[in-house]
């Protein structure tokens, strides 16, 4: 297959294998098939404009699958005496568009994806939906590249956070809402967060600091900003709850 570049490409890339191998790197998986990879990163406007290029979009049918059975094993495994109800409400709140769009851009998903000049130009690399989609084609990827166990360490390490959070309120996990609305009541001080990063740029740890008005209410830690903010909501609704 003859190499075609696109206005998509970072400079720093000399060469598409060079752009996957980047990304796997990034992400700490010792890729195998570099075309493989490189077709989950591929959207489909690419193939639009370079016939005989496969897309992601196959890929993205069983990643889909793949994460399903993945977090519900998690949630099942972890939870033991959790109904099925609340199982459900608590997958529902990890395996969603959002979500899959959090975990992109924490790992900066868009950076190394294949585009069509008019996509790359209309700005496709930030995009919720295309985004997600390519998340859930580079599991599958990951998948077929390799076994299902290193699929699962690869989502377990992305998303082991935010099961456990789920788990904990089923249904009911966005603190910061939750904390806002709650605030309001209390004194109608907006919430800012205040966030620190930690560690390597391949192994970063948040540490979130809630406050209203210039009073401090909560901390927050975690492997991603939105958890560490979510952590920090949830610290601040308990304190709240003593003051009240």
């Avoid at 959790?82 to 900066?108: F, W």
């Avoid at 996509?119 to 599958?140: P, W």
């Avoid at 970063?204 to 560490?228: I, P």
Wanted: proline share 3%; aromatic share 10%.
């Amino acid at each position: 297959m003859d190499e075609v570049n696109n206005e998509e490409s970072s400079k720093e890339f000399e060469t598409p294998e060079e752009r996957v191998r980047a990304f796997a790197k990034s992400v700490n998986y010792e890729v195998k098939d570099t075309e493989l990879l490189r077709t989950a990163l591929t959207h489909r406007s690419f193939t639009s404009e370079n016939p005989g290029f496969p897309n992601n979009e196959r890929l993205e049918f069983l990643g889909d699958a793949v994460l399903d059975l993945v977090l519900s094993d998690m949630l099942f495994v972890a939870n033991p005496n959790m109904p099925e109800g609340e199982l459900a409400k608590a997958r529902s709140a990890v395996v969603n568009e959002d979500t899959l769009y959090d975990v992109a851009v924490e790992i900066e998903l868009g950076r190394y994806m294949f585009f069509g000049i008019g996509e790359a130009r209309s700005g496709g690399s930030k995009k919720k939906s295309i985004l997600a989609d390519c998340l859930e084609a580079v599991i599958a990827a990951i998948y077929l590249d390799s076994d299902y166990v290193t699929a699962r360490e690869f989502v377990v390490r992305q998303w082991d956070e935010r099961a456990k959070q789920s788990a904990n309120n089923p249904g009911i996990t966005d603190y910061k809402t939750r904390f806002q609305e709650a605030i309001v009541k209390y004194n109608s001080q907006k919430p800012r967060y205040v966030v620190k990063t930690h560690g390597p740029e391949h192994d970063r740890f948040f540490t979130a600091h809630l406050f209203a008005g210039d009073k401090e209410m909560g901390t927050g830690h975690g492997k991603s900003k939105k958890v560490a903010e979510q952590d920090a909501a949830k610290n601040a609704l308990e304190y709240l709850e003593k003051l009240t």
